[in-house]
């Protein structure tokens, strides 16, 4: 059972460069989250999902882009990389607003 | 402005006592609050959660109180286990239907054979 699948789990970019962190869950669950955890920060949310076709932001969305076209996939979208962007990137998924969520083993990345 | 805050980052118990890990939350907006532990290279895995209209819930060895008045959640382990050396995040849910989750900066609890 792979639950939330995150790739890649490391990533160098240089500054300006453009990326996509992919998401995946085979659980079938509609609700979707993209988070970011910096040191002393504890986990900030970006974007969020509730379904295939409906996004909307969350704490620290700037700089970042999302899309919800399938049940499974929440891609994580990087349009000119910064500094200020180097995180570890977890992202999240629940079957519903009132259960927890699983996440993902995170994605480590760094932008010079 | 740190709507949810862990204050201690850090805490050391024996093993076979009670750790206790503390949350405060400005917040009023506030309808559902979840405790998560985290291992070193691996994401967060939910442990124990409770709703505002409640004040204790209870699983195994875990206990959550929460505090309304005082704006105050706590997660208690009874007895604390080596394997429970983890970080802890406290997480807390808007209300008004949303989906959006506030987390703590975490509390790293190591439990001392």
């Known amino acids: 059972n792979a639950g939330v699948t995150q790739t890649p789990k490391f990533q160098v970019l240089k500054t300006g460069q453009s990326m996509t962190l992919q998401c995946a869950q085979d659980?079938?669950?509609?609700?979707m989250s993209w988070y970011r955890q910096d040191p002393g920060m504890g986990l900030r949310l970006i974007h969020y999902s509730v379904g295939a076709g409906i996004t909307d932001q969350g704490e620290v969305p700037n700089g970042y882009n999302v899309s919800r076209s399938t049940t499974e996939d929440f891609p994580l979208r990087l349009l000119s990389a910064a500094p200020s962007q180097t995180s570890v990137y977890f992202c999240?998924?629940?079957?519903?607003?009132?259960?927890?969520?699983?996440f993902g083993d995170g994605t480590r990345l760094s932008i010079l | 402005d740190q709507q949810v805050k862990q204050n201690s980052p850090s805490l050391s118990v024996q093993e076979g006592r009670i750790s206790i890990l503390n949350c405060d939350y400005t917040n009023s907006m506030f309808d559902y609050f979840l405790w998560y532990k985290k291992y070193p290279a691996e994401g967060p895995t939910f442990l124990i959660s409770?709703?505002?209209?409640?004040d204790k819930n209870e699983d195994g060895r875990f206990t959550v109180f929460l505090n309304k008045s005082a704006k105050h959640l706590s997660l208690h382990i009874v007895p604390s286990q080596p394997g429970d050396s983890a970080v802890y995040f406290c997480a807390a849910r808007f209300t008004s239907g949303t989906y959006k989750y506030i987390f703590g900066t975490g509390t790293r609890l190591k439990v001392l054979a």
């Open positions: 409770i709703s505002s209209i409640k």
């Open positions: 659980m079938n669950h509609e609700y």
């Open positions: 999240a998924s629940s079957n519903s607003r009132n259960q927890p969520q699983h």
